[in-house]
């Protein structure tokens, strides 16, 4: 492990139309809105606290799990759903009965692609390490488990997982006081289960290990939690969600960078976890200098025993101009941010290529969807919509599409994934795009599968050529 020195000196990516991406900023301020989650709303489970976070947005919807410390003295998990962050003020607090154990907590959750299953991964009281599967996140007494992941050996707390093509990676703090982070390994294949002997990540530091792939660079970052000045966030970096890790800063979340929008209501950023742009087992985030970071706070760290001391959730944000998540979709859309005015938010490549949302191209708004670097055809802007898709339902697309240079055919496409196998239904036909001005792919198709449907992509794509265009105003509903 190498701890650096300074910033980044180059970036990874170069966009057409758009600015590098900018290396990451090691002492950024942290701009605090007020708690969106508060204590005491659904007692007895939260009565000290809420505290350990984990959010996704699908389906229109914020979905957070959390731990809560109960009036007993232990901790126990709940839910709570909401169509905006500021919602989650008045929203209702669910204890997750259908998996609920006298100690289970520090909860994350994913949707797992391979299998088209929602997964919460946490620590418990049977099997140390556990997991609960559903296929409806919005319910919250639609989940199995718990399951046991099948590990032992420096066991502790805050088990975290992230997957890229072929692996997925799992992270936890040990209970030895070592200061260690330990990893460890298996395949997508063999996920949940597989997994390797641990082997040492980090050293000298704490707990609370996320790790997350930056679509604007490309990067993973390790964003872990240490307790030498109240608690705070390190950032750390690899090329791999494996590492090796190289430290960017050791206080990059601190109390001395947050400058508060309302009340000085936490002088700690504790256990947290930052806005996805997507909802699946690979944990992209837009930009790390973007970061929207859920995470609990307090003012009150001496105050009483451990379990006691008095947390609540808020986010804080290490940039101007708004918030990065998208606003709600209309009723019935499917897509995350389709007119790009949040930039790639809910936006990824199927395949290889590059996204960015660049001005002075944009149909409506100010921000379009650029895609370049294309090697394949099939190669373009993707969104996955798994979770959200209802069998045997007719669907409508409009994307509006515009080629960089020159005259191109383009083409909207749902891939299914169905027991292990994949097919294509055309959404809107192939079209013909030029550069001079902004074509509007439509069409309906009904959506239907008959078996497990373990994944499906929107996706938008050329005929045959490898060139770049720009999208905007998309829509699938």
Request: charged letters at 10%; glycine letters at 10%; aromatic letters at 12%.
């Amino acid at each position: 492990m190498v701890t650096w020195a300074g910033v980044l000196a180059s970036c990874c990516l170069v966009f057409a139309g758009a600015p590098v991406a900018a290396a990451p900023n090691p002492n950024p301020t942290w701009h605090v809105d007020d708690p969106i989650l508060h204590r005491s709303q659904a007692e007895p489970f939260d009565h000290f606290a809420v505290k350990d976070p984990t959010i996704v947005f699908s389906g229109g919807r914020y979905h957070m799990f959390y731990t809560g410390a109960n009036a007993s003295g232990g901790w126990q998990m709940l839910y709570s759903s909401a169509p905006t962050l500021d919602g989650f003020r008045t929203a209702p607090h669910v204890f997750l009965s259908k998996i609920g154990e006298g100690y289970f907590a520090a909860p994350e959750v994913f949707f797992f692609e391979p299998q088209g299953l929602w997964y919460l991964i946490y620590q418990d009281g049977a099997f140390g390490a556990a997991y609960a599967t559903t296929t409806n996140i919005a319910d919250p007494n639609s989940w199995s488990g718990p399951k046991s992941l099948g590990i032992s050996g420096n066991l502790g707390w805050d088990y975290y997982v992230i997957c890229d093509a072929t692996m997925c990676y799992m992270y936890n703090s040990p209970s030895d006081g070592s200061r260690r982070i330990f990893l460890r390994t298996t395949t997508l294949a063999r996920f949940p289960v597989g997994w390797s002997a641990s082997s040492v990540a980090l050293t000298d530091t704490f707990e609370g290990t996320n790790v997350y792939r930056s679509i604007a660079d490309g990067q993973y970052y390790l964003v872990v939690e240490d307790l030498l000045d109240n608690r705070y966030y390190e950032l750390w970096t690899s090329s791999s969600a494996g590492g090796p890790w190289m430290r960017i800063a050791e206080k990059w979340a601190w109390h001395g960078n947050l400058a508060f929008n309302g009340s000085n209501w936490t002088n700690n950023v504790s256990h947290g976890d930052i806005l996805r742009a997507g909802v699946n087992q690979r944990l992209e985030i837009n930009d790390i200098n973007r970061a929207d970071f859920l995470i609990q706070g307090s003012t009150q760290l001496a105050c009483c025993p451990y379990q006691q001391i008095p947390w609540d959730l808020g986010i804080i944000r290490n940039y101007t101009g708004g918030s990065s998540p998208p606003p709600p979709p209309p009723p019935g859309e499917l897509l995350t941010n389709g007119n790009i005015e949040s930039g790639t938010t809910g936006w990824a490549v199927f395949g290889s290529g590059s996204v960015a949302a660049v001005t002075g191209a944009a149909h409506g708004g100010t921000l379009s969807l650029s895609i370049t670097g294309r090697t394949a055809a099939w190669n373009g802007p993707r969104q996955v919509v798994t979770s959200v898709l209802t069998n045997g339902k007719t669907y409508t697309t409009n994307v509006w599409v515009k080629t960089q240079s020159g005259t191109d055919t383009v083409k909207a496409t749902l891939q299914l994934t169905v027991n292990g196998s994949s097919s294509f239904i055309a959404l809107a036909p192939p079209t013909a795009v030029n550069a001079s001005g902004w074509t509007l792919l439509t069409g309906t198709a009904t959506v239907a599968w008959s078996g497990t449907l373990s994944s499906a992509t929107f996706y938008v794509e050329t005929a045959s050529s490898t060139s770049s265009f720009n999208l905007d105003d998309a829509s699938f509903k």
